[in-house]
């Protein structure tokens, strides 16, 4: 089972899901929320096609995924685990996002940045999903516990 | 390849992301407080908590960051390569000063703990989705 504590984070977070290439060069693409398979410990993260292709090649190529989410009070966590699939989002999983970033857009809104730039962060919806299964959870809020791995299992 | 469109994205007003890996390929992503501007093709990054990315540095120097503009949101992606660590520097002391800042504001203090500043070569500099 995923960690009770760390669902919020995962639907309401902003995201990065990280890998690396055979030859050790890493990258990230941005998440706009992710859903939970509790059954099968694995998580989906919601990502747009055109921006995660170098990130989603190498998960092919070597099959190690991290990501990394975290809310504006800085609780943070990180999953690393191997890569499943991936496959079209739901209309659920699609109007999850939708909140999501309609409460960031509204959250920096609040900061004093113009809606147009916002729209470049959280303006396009995820049209692709990207399952992996969770092997470990690390703590990463700020704080003498960061780094530490999070019970599992 | 550092250039004055840049530099907005270089001042700390919002977080920027990183990943690196191990040397057996694990990778390791995490959020950064800061990326300083050093030269037009070098930045640093302070090292604070993150050991597994200090770790991964030391196995292998290839890492990926990603900065934004707070004020159009603009997002730029660097490929990275670590080349060394300062701890007794006007940068060291520029950044410190600058990350104490940043812990007050946001009810922190004593928690962000400057323990080196890590200068990088920017090997690209990619505007997000070019």
Redesign the interface.
């Known amino acids: 089972m995923i960690p009770d504590q760390t669902l919020e984070a995962l639907a309401n977070g902003f995201g990065h899901l990280g890998s690396a290439s055979a030859d050790l060069k890493t990258t990230h693409t941005d998440i706009l929320s992710a859903s939970v398979d509790q059954e099968n410990d694995t998580v989906t993260c919601f990502a747009l096609s055109f921006l995660a292709g170098p990130t989603l090649e190498n998960m092919k190529a070597t099959g190690r995924v991290s990501y990394f989410f975290g809310l504006m009070s800085h609780e943070a966590y990180q999953f690393k685990g191997q890569f499943i699939e991936t496959r079209e989002l739901t209309k659920a999983e699609l109007s999850q996002s939708e909140e999501f970033c309609k409460a960031i857009a509204e959250n920096l809104g609040s900061m004093g940045i113009a809606p147009e730039a916002t729209m470049k962060l959280v303006g396009t919806a995820p049209d692709l999903g990207i399952t992996f299964k969770v092997e470990k959870i690390f703590t990463q809020t700020p704080g003498p516990e960061a780094g530490k791995e999070f019970p599992f299992n | 390849m550092i250039t004055e469109e840049h530099l907005p994205a270089l001042q700390g007003m919002f977080p920027s992301?990183m990943?690196?890996?191990s040397?057996t390929?694990?990778?390791?992503?995490?959020?950064i407080s800061q990326v300083w501007y050093v030269d037009e093709e070098h930045v640093a990054l302070s090292f604070q908590?993150?050991?597994?990315t200090k770790k991964n540095l030391a196995e292998?120097p290839?890492?990926?960051a990603?900065i934004?503009n707070?004020?159009?949101?603009?997002?730029y992606?660097l490929?990275l390569e670590f080349d060394h660590s300062e701890t007794d520097s006007d940068l060291f002391d520029d950044m410190d000063m600058k990350l104490e800042a940043i812990a007050s504001m946001?009810g922190?203090s004593g928690?962000?703990k400057l323990l080196a500043a890590d200068v990088y070569k920017v090997k690209s500099l990619k505007l997000?989705?070019s």
């Open positions: 992301w990943t690196t890996c040397a390929g694990e990778p390791n992503t995490t959020v908590f993150f050991s597994k292998n290839n890492a990926f990603t934004v707070p004020g159009t949101m603009t997002m992606n490929e946001s922190m928690i962000f997000l989705g």
